[in-house]
C-alpha cells in the first residue's frame, strides 16, 4: 500500500484528480473508525502515465473497506464510478438512490477540491444505514440490541459503525463499533497529547444464535499510555444473558473507576515527591514534575556518594515505589553506572507518604549503600 505522504502517489495520478484525492488522504477521519484512508495500485484507463482508478482502503468497523474508484480522465468533468468489495450495496442504484444519498455525486463539481471527500463521506455514511438495514434479516437479538443501545443509551448513531460477515453472502458475525464519549479531563497531566484521548469498544456477535460474543476495548495511544499500557484494563466479560444497552455503560463506569483511581494515585505519588523535596531538597538531581513518575537524589554516607532513584509506579501507593542504587564512581562493562535495586524495602500503603519516605530513607542508610559500595568496587569495570 502506497503512504498516502509520499511524493510517488502525486506523480502517478491524473493532475486534476490530485487535490480531489489529496483532501481525501488528509482527513484525519471519514466515519467513527480511526486511522485515515489509504490509497494503492494506482492505474490508467486511457494508456496515459498518470492514473485515473486506484483502491481507497476505508477504516469502518474493525474492518478495511476496499472501494475501486474509477474516473475517466478523457472526460474530467464526469463523476467518478465505484466498485464496492460488498456486492450487496449499490448494486444496480437509481437515480432517486443517489439524489437521496449521495448528492454530491449527483451534483458532480470537478472544481471544487472537496467534491470527492464529500462522495466518500456519503458513501460510506449510507453503507452503514444499508448495514443497520440487514439487521432485520439476521434475527431479533441483533435488531434489538442496535435499537435498544441507540433509544435507551447515551449511545447515538453518529458514534456507532455496524457490519455483518462476509458481506454480499449469509453472514455469520456481526460487528458493533461504539465510540465511547467520555470525560477523559480527571486523568493526571501527561506528556502525551490528550487531545487524542479515545476509547472504542467493538462488540462481536457470531454463532447461529448470535449468542457468542466478543468485546474488545481499544484505545488511543494517549489513554493507553496513561492506564499503564495496552493491557492494562480488562474489561468485563459480556455474558450472553446481557445486553449492548446494559454491558455498554458498565464497560464506561469500569474505565471511569480508573480514571478515578489514576486521579488519587497521582496524587499520592505528587505527595511522596514533595516529601522528598521536604527532607532532601538540596540533594535532588531531578524530579519529573509532569507525570509525578520519578525522582533522582544524590546521598553521601560516611563520605561515599551515590544516586537513589525512585519509580513510582502508576498505581502507587497499592505498589511499593521501585528503588535503584547507582554509582557515581563505578560502571559496568558496558559503560552503564553500576546501579543496584533496593530489596526488602519497609513498606505499607497506609503509611502516609512523609512516613514512606523517612522509612525507605533510613533503610537505605543502614542496610543497602554499604552493601551497594562493597559491590560497585567489586563488580565495576572502571
Known amino acids: 500500500m502506497l503512504n498516502q505522504n509520499s511524493q510517488p502517489i502525486w506523480n502517478s495520478v491524473d493532475k486534476y484528480i490530485e487535490p480531489l484525492l489529496k483532501r481525501v488522504l488528509e482527513t484525519q477521519r471519514i466515519g467513527v473508525s480511526c486511522g485515515k484512508v489509504e490509497v494503492n495500485n494506482i492505474t490508467s484507463s486511457c494508456g496515459k502515465d ?11 468497523a474493525g474492518k ?16 467518478p464510478d465505484f466498485l464496492f468489495d460488498d456486492d450487496s450495496f449499490l448494486a444496480d442504484p437509481d437515480v432517486t438512490t443517489i439524489l437521496t444519498h449521495v448528492p454530491s455525486l449527483a451534483s458532480w463539481d470537478v472544481t471544487n477540491d472537496d467534491a470527492l471527500l464529500m462522495v466518500i463521506v ?34 447515538c448513531p453518529e458514534d456507532m459503525e455496524v457490519i455483518s460477515l462476509p458481506t454480499g453472502v ?52 494517549s489513554l493507553e499510555d496513561a492506564f ?25 463506569g469500569y474505565i471511569n473507576e480508573k480514571i478515578n483511581l489514576l486521579a488519587i494515585c497521582f496524587e499520592k505519588r505528587k505527595s511522596f515527591i514533595a516529601a522528598l523535596l521536604l527532607l532532601k531538597r538540596g540533594s535532588i538531581i531531578e524530579y519529573d514534575a509532569v507525570e509525578a513518575s520519578n525522582v533522582t537524589l544524590l546521598v553521601e554516607h560516611r563520605d561515599f556518594y551515590c544516586m537513589i532513584h525512585f519509580k513510582l509506579p502508576t498505581t502507587f501507593p497499592k505498589q511499593p515505589p521501585q528503588i535503584t542504587l547507582r554509582s557515581i564512581y563505578h560502571m559496568t562493562s558496558l559503560g552503564t553506572l553500576f546501579s543496584q535495586n533496593v530489596e526488602d524495602l519497609p513498606y505499607s500503603p497506609r ?6 519516605v523517612t522509612k525507605a530513607l533510613n533503610h537505605i542508610a543502614e542496610k543497602e549503600i554499604h552493601k551497594f559500595q562493597t559491590n560497585s568496587v567489586k563488580n565495576s569495570h572502571f
Open 170 to 221: 449469509r453472514p455469520v458475525e456481526t460487528r458493533f463499533l461504539i465510540r465511547m464519549a467520555m470525560d477523559f479531563s480527571k486523568l493526571p497531566e501527561r506528556i502525551s497529547h490528550p487531545q487524542d484521548d479515545e476509547a472504542m469498544l467493538l462488540v462481536t456477535f457470531n454463532g447461529p444464535d448470535y449468542d457468542h460474543i466478543t468485546p474488545e476495548l481499544y484505545l488511543s495511544k
Open 64 to 79: 478495511t473497506l476496499i472501494w475501486n474508484v474509477l474516473f475517466n480522465s478523457l472526460c474530467p468533468e464526469l463523476s
Open 122 to 155: 456519503q458513501l460510506l455514511s449510507y453503507y452503514k444505514e444499508h448495514q443497520i438495514n440487514l439487521l432485520e434479516k439476521q434475527g431479533e437479538r441483533l435488531k434489538f440490541e442496535y435499537s435498544t443501545l441507540v433509544n435507551e443509551t447515551e449511545i
Open 228 to 252: 499503564g499500557g495496552p493491557a492494562a484494563l480488562h474489561i468485563p466479560p459480556f455474558q450472553s444473558s446481557k445486553y449492548l444497552m446494559d454491558y455498554v455503560p458498565e464497560v464506561k
Open 50 to 60: 498518470r492514473g485515473d482508478r486506484f483502491y481507497l482502503s476505508i477504516p469502518y
Open 351 to 356: 503509611w502516609v507518604p512523609f512516613e514512606m
